[in-house]
T-cell receptor, first 112, second 113 residues
Framework: QKEVEQNSGPLSVPEGAIASLNCTYS??????FFWYRQYSGKSPELIMS????GDKEDGRFTAQLNKASQYVSLLIRDSQPSDSATYLC????????????FGGGTRVLVKP | EPEVTQTPSHQVTQMGQEVILRCVPI?????FYWYRQILGQKVEFLVS????????KSEIFDDQFSVERPDGSNFTLKIRSTKLEDSAMYFC???????????FGQGTRLTVV
């Protein structure tokens, strides 16, 4: 079974600090990787997508992908209380097809 | 900004009843999905739909489930005979191309009593 694993947290981060979230996946053939933010009782909101090895930056967010290690991470710089949410890692296991496999999410708490 | 919209936001139904969850995907998107999330659990894939047919479905998507695109804008999920364990948040999502970003609607909370 194709798995996506995340530390459930909570990850407690002081306001203004960097939050670092990790995700590992089991299907070596995975091609597309996504980070979603989910507030309690709400739907997943897309933050970042990454398709090739290396870093991708978008505002305060940086996604990092290492396919050899089957590892994807998300950095949140200058964390704000509004960043407090559950962050979901999602993987598209194949080049063709669109099924996303989600991790269980990491809960982030940003403390003022 | 374009968004996926879902109706209703909440649905309470009796066990054994049929429910239809409705979604309007983003207008220029070609791929449509249903996911569900049981309270406290992972988001789970149910089905993907492209070119008016199912392109992939999970083990969860058994004979009690069906999807339809009845017109050019709506995408529906029908659950024929609901069970208690069908209680969950159901999310519709859409994407423009294969393997690219999927955008989620706000969800329908289904409660089966």
């Amino acid at each position: 079974q194709k798995e996506v694993e995340q530390n459930s947290g909570p990850l407690s981060v002081p306001e203004g600090a960097i939050a670092s979230l990790n995700c590992t996946y089991s299907d070596r053939g995975s091609q597309s990787f996504f980070w979603y933010r989910q507030y309690s009782g709400k739907s997943p909101e897309l933050i970042m997508s990454i398709y090739s090895n290396g870093d991708k930056e978008d505002g305060r967010f940086t996604a990092q992908l290492n396919k050899a290690s089957q590892y994807v991470s998300l950095l949140i710089r200058d964390s704000q209380p509004s960043d407090s949410a559950t962050y979901l890692c999602a993987v598209n296991p194949r080049a063709a097809g669109n099924k996303l496999t989600f991790g269980g999410g990491t809960r982030v708490l940003v403390k003022p | 900004e374009p968004e996926v919209t879902q109706t209703p936001s909440h649905q309470v139904t009796q066990m054994g009843q049929e429910v239809i969850l409705r979604c309007v995907p983003i207008s220029n998107h070609l791929y449509f999905y249903w996911y569900r999330q049981i309270l406290g659990q992972k988001v789970e894939f149910l089905v993907s739909f492209y070119n008016n047919e199912i392109s992939e479905k999970s083990e969860i998507f058994d004979d009690q489930f069906s999807v339809e695109r009845p017109d050019g804008s709506n995408f529906t999920l029908k659950i024929r005979s609901t069970k208690l364990e069908d209680s969950a948040m159901y999310f519709c999502a859409s994407s423009y191309r294969e393997g690219t970003e999927a955008f989620f609607g706000q969800g329908t909370r289904l409660t089966v009593v």
